[in-house]
């Protein structure tokens, strides 16, 4: 496949010492010869860096480092330019402007990966990892999609794959020769296979979990009325962590989110603003988006007020607490108690209730080891071959697993052959689509439109 010549810039935008601006396509040597000027006596060997000058017509627009590199050895497998100039938004911006001049188009989102997809080099799970690699928040999350970018799981996917269609090919032979004396494949055959790799996607599936809370974090929730303390928490338990938090009057009506890093695996703290119905309209956005955030929860804190009496809106909460995984926090303790205990306990016995004051700084220390003991309970060592993220891969994953035992119950009660291949034939496709080998082009172009400009 042969594609044009795209341009972009590939740092982030801002005040930084250098720039990189790259290039990718069959010209991208041409125009960047139409543009530099060499000072000294570099040579633009396989990537070599060569000192010079960027040039328009007379006038110098930039100093820069640049580099060619030749197919196919290149990310994009095609033949790449980087030039390294400094970082302001001036300069990067006049000579990505220049180069546009020349030739060269501007790459959309995602675009240098695409290529990387389209012209071979990795595949499609392969080019998501780079989307996680860029966004991993922490080194566990980095390993994660490191492994996966090196492949790990595409050559599980594609394994798994194979092995239908392999099944596939002698069902196929059953049918086509069906008097003939070929040894086609039986019933108890079929379904031992189909079996084996019902077993093979449903151990992948069970890692899914895990890799979604080390990749996006576990979902933490922290609900209560207003006034409890809830944002008082977040500040708390971000302040021994990466904390950026205002909390400015009103800001507890939307929703904010934080991350804390609790032995390497992201905590996504989520402040809401209560879940109690109300006739505020303002309020009411607040409110309703607070609710699905507490569906969505992976944990939920749930604070009260240790120096006020429980109210309906409380009990209220508590009934949506009940069957979830949730801490409970008795904060304000450093005053008057008027809470009724005995009650809290009754309604939530199964859920470990903490003291606290946030105003004293008591009780903190207990509230960050029990989210830690919580991950633990997780059991979250990542089996580094063999986990799976991606929520599209999960989907796509849970999709074949369905397919793949509908096979094998069409298998096991006997039905004609063809029966059991379209279900085999449906897994093959789905378990095609996370490595991208039976991919839609719109599908693809939204993947990569997540991506940021310049990768
Ligand atoms: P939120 O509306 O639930 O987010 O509550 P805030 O965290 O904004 O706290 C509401 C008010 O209660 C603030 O004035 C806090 O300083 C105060 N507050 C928070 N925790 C405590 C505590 O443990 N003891 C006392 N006495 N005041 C607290
Ligand atoms: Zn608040």
Redesign the pocket.
């Given at each position: 496949m042969e594609f044009d010549t795209i341009v972009a810039i590939s740092t982030p935008i801002g005040e930084g010492a250098i720039g990189i601006i790259r290039m990718s396509g069959p010209e991208s040597f041409q125009i960047l010869d139409r543009v530099f000027k060499k000072i000294g006596n570099g040579t633009f060997e396989d990537k070599q860096m060569v000192y010079g000058q960027i040039m328009d017509e007379d006038t110098i627009v930039d100093e820069v480092l640049a580099v060619k590199m030749y197919k196919p050895r290149t990310y994009t497998k095609e033949d790449v330019v980087e030039i390294n100039c400094h970082g302001g938004l001036v300069p990067m911006r006049s000579i990505l402007s220049l180069l546009l001049d020349k030739g060269a188009r501007l790459a959309e989102k995602g675009e240098f990966t695409k290529r990387a997809f389209l012209n071979g080099r990795i595949d499609l799970a392969q080019a998501e990892s780079v989307m996680d690699l860029i966004g991993s928040k922490t080194k566990r999350g980095y390993d994660l999609a490191m492994n996966q970018l090196e492949g790990h799981l595409s050559r599980r996917v594609r394994g798994m794959r194979d092995g239908l269609m392999t099944l596939m090919g002698h069902i196929e032979v059953g049918i086509d020769y069906p008097e003939e004396d070929i040894e086609d494949v039986t019933y108890p055959e079929i379904v031992d296979q189909l079996e084996d790799l019902e077993k093979q996607i449903d151990k992948l599936l069970k890692s899914a979990n895990n890799g979604k809370i080390i990749r996006e974090g576990l979902k933490t929730v922290i609900v209560?009325k207003?006034?409890?303390?809830?944002?008082?928490?977040m500040n708390a338990l971000l302040k021994d962590s990466r904390a950026i938090v205002t909390?400015v009057p009103g800001t507890?009506r939307d929703v904010i989110e934080e991350y804390m890093n609790v032995g390497g695996i992201p905590i996504k703290l989520i402040?809401t603003a209560g879940i109690r119905s109300t006739e505020d309209v303002v309020e009411k956005i607040g409110v309703e988006k607070s609710k699905s955030y507490f569906n969505e929860a992976d944990l939920i804190i749930f604070?009260l007020n240790a120096s006020e009496p429980l109210t309906d809106e409380d009990l209220d909460i508590m009934e949506h607490v009940k069957n979830k995984h949730a801490i409970v926090i008795i904060?304000?303790?450093?005053?008057e108690i008027r809470i009724d205990e005995s009650l809290i306990n009754m309604h939530l016995n199964d859920k470990l209730i903490l003291k606290?004051?946030?105003?004293?700084e008591i009780g903190i220390d207990l509230v960050e080891k029990a989210i830690s003991d919580i991950l633990l309970d997780h059991d979250l060592e990542i089996n580094q071959n063999e986990t799976v993220s991606n929520t599209r891969h999960i989907h796509l994953l849970k999709t074949a697993h369905q397919n793949v035992k509908d096979a094998l119950g069409a298998a096991n009660s006997k039905m004609p052959y063809d029966f059991i291949e379209v279900d085999i034939q449906n897994a093959i496709v789905n378990l095609g689509q996370i490595t991208g080998e039976s991919v839609e082009n719109d599908l693809l172009d939204h993947i990569f439109s997540n991506f940021c400009i310049g990768k």
């Open positions: 209560g207003p006034n409890v303390g809830k944002s008082s928490l909390d507890t402040d604070v904060n304000k303790t450093d005053l606290t004051s946030m105003e004293k």
